[in-house]
């Protein structure tokens, strides 16, 4: 096993991170069957270890999942997930936020959706939203009614982007403090295998419903995505906060990968059923004989 602190997608917690330095591909492919089998005995070990989370009652864990359009957030966390007690872990998506949500501030509506102890949360999107596609989008501050004119320069230190990045990292530290393990994926699939994708969903009628001329849109900005998400990334990857930029052009790969880490994560906290008293445990016997008539 891997080092978690030292795994090859872990995003630096130096401020070096550039995202061109990352791959959307491994180099030593190993044929689909290789990682379906990783990802299989990863489910086994997960399900014990989630069932030793819920015991042990002292941590939380928060994963996030961030992606451009189809890079395969969805079927990830179907996949790795499949295989889990669902009264133990939930799934929040978070997309246009509501009236009511644009009355409070930025990290409200996703507080509200933070999981309890012993529990496994999960973010389909998150609030990273807000310095990512309002980033790209900045005519959605309008509808925010901010109570302030917001910086919107790059250059100015005290930018919005760079305040609410600070939050977002003050946020997750705060959590952290408190026992909620978080880990959080970036699902780096390239523009090309993103077009491929879109044309798949074109061709079969049954995936129609999954391409919305919008898609395009936003593809088209690709670029400043890319900024936003290496800006994202590089200021809010912390110890006990890290990122992975998960190689997402091939999703056998991607689901290996992003479960690898979770088992890995999860095993390095050791995690055990709670024990009895000797007390209880001398009782038990005669709680037995109660119930055996």
């Known amino acids: 096993m891997l080092n978690l602190d030292q795994h090859p997608f872990l995003v630096p917690f130096d401020n070096s991170f550039q995202l061109l330095q990352f791959s959307t591909q491994i180099d030593d492919y190993q044929g689909k069957s290789f990682y ?10 997960l399900d014990d270890l989630q069932h030793k989370l819920y015991a042990h009652d002292k941590f939380s864990v928060l994963l996030i999942f961030q992606a451009m359009d189809a890079a395969g957030k969805d079927s990830t966390i179907r996949s790795v997930f499949s295989g889990m007690n669902p009264t133990g872990f939930q799934v929040h998506s978070f997309k246009q936020p509501s009236k009511n949500e644009l009355d409070q501030d930025f ?24 310095v990512l596609v309002v980033r790209v989008h900045p005519h959605y501050l309008a509808g925010q009614r901010l109570p302030y004119e917001p910086h919107l320069d790059e250059s100015n230190p005290n930018n919005l982007w760079s305040q609410r990045l ?8 705060h959590l952290a403090r408190n026992g909620t393990i978080i880990l959080k994926f970036f699902l780096n699939v390239s523009q090309q295998e993103q077009h491929k994708r879109f044309v798949s969903r074109i061709e079969n009628p049954h995936k129609n419903w999954k391409f919305s001329a919008d898609d395009l849109k936003e593809s088209a900005l690709w670029d400043s995505y ?25 999703k056998s790969v991607m689901r290996a990968m992003v479960s690898q880490i979770i088992r890995e994560k999860l095993e390095s906290l050791d995690l055990h059923f709670p024990d009895l008293s000797d007390e209880d445990k001398a009782k038990l016997p005669e709680y037995k004989k109660q119930l055996i008539v």
């Open 107 to 130: 990290l409200w509506r996703t507080s509200k959706a933070l999981p309890q102890r012993g529990r496994i949360g999960i973010f389909n999107r998150s609030y990273y939203e807000e």
């Open 166 to 173: 600070e939050s977002i990292a003050d946020h997750e530290k």
């Open 226 to 250: 890319m900024h936003a998400y290496e800006e994202a990334l590089k200021a809010t990857s912390k110890p006990w906060a890290p990122w992975y930029a998960i190689p997402a052009d091939n």
């Open 36 to 45: 379906k089998e990783i990802l299989k005995e990863n489910l086994y070990h």
